[in-house]
């Protein structure tokens, strides 16, 4: 169960009321308040405007939890879909993060409140901590409105580029929060560079891609993780180096 500060429920104009029409959740949205005024900065008084909007009979919005810095609020039940991206609302959670316009920053406190939260959905819902960067209607994870078919196809721009997906993905995984790029490595490549010894004329690119095919190594988590670690190929030479060393002692 996500903790709540409080609940104030939408207007039942405003989610659906059979929870058999739902298909089982197999996705997180994302979405941000965007009230659109930009000199507003206490997101506390965004947190109620949202709140207020949801309340109102002729909305046709809603989503489960509205998130600010200070507060978790429930609005309708997991059990209930929400109305926050039309056909994709039945096998969807939703959170809106307050944030007035495109270019401010998420404070911690407000990324931090939405981790817990999208932890706790994950965990209930067998949902993976994954971000989803496009949307195929089997897919597993946490998606971002405008990454979704129907944010694409109405011009979504929510949760945006302040939006910190790095980090908040780290958070919802909680005990790699903190990994550091080396301690990742440690963790999941020692058995890769293992292997590389022993195949020396392979190229890395088909060792990267043997160690993917283990199956205990397949799942998005590693993929995406992987993918990281390509990215940062320039500390290729001195990580393998270290493993090396660390394997000759
Ligand atoms: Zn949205």
Redesign the pocket.
């Known amino acids: 169960m996500v903790a709540v500060t409080r609940t104030v429920p939408a207007h039942s104009n405003n989610y659906f009321h059979d929870p058999t029409s739902r298909s089982g959740y197999r996705k997180i949205?994302i979405?941000?308040t965007r009230s659109g005024i930009p000199d507003r900065t206490d997101l506390e008084l965004e947190l109620a405007s949202t709140l207020n909007w949801f309340q109102n009979p002729n909305a046709g919005a809603s989503s489960h939890l509205v998130i600010s810095p200070l507060e978790t609020v429930r609005c309708v039940e997991d059990e209930l879909p929400a109305g926050?991206?039309s056909e994709d609302n039945f096998d969807s959670l939703a959170i809106e993060l307050t944030q007035p316009i495109a270019s401010m920053p998420y404070p911690d406190l407000l990324l931090a409140r939405a981790a817990a939260a999208t932890r706790s959905w994950c965990l209930e819902y067998a949902i993976p901590m994954v971000r989803l960067t496009e949307w195929t209607s089997e897919g597993r994870g946490i998606i971002g409105?405008e990454d979704s078919r129907q944010?694409l196809r109405v011009g979504?721009s929510?949760p945006g580029p302040m939006f910190p997906w790095n980090t908040f993905i780290g958070m919802v995984r909680e005990e790699e929060a903190t990994m550091t790029f080396e301690e990742f490595v440690r963790k999941w490549l020692g058995p890769l560079y293992q292997y590389y010894l022993e195949h020396p004329t392979e190229e890395i690119s088909d060792a990267w891609n043997w160690w993917k095919r283990l199956p205990s190594m397949q799942s998005e988590e590693l993929d995406r993780r992987l993918g990281e670690v390509e990215e940062a190929s320039a500390d290729h030479d001195r990580i393998f180096e270290e493993f090396e060393q660390s394997l000759h002692k």
């Open positions: 949205f979405h941000s926050h991206a409105h944010g979504k929510d």
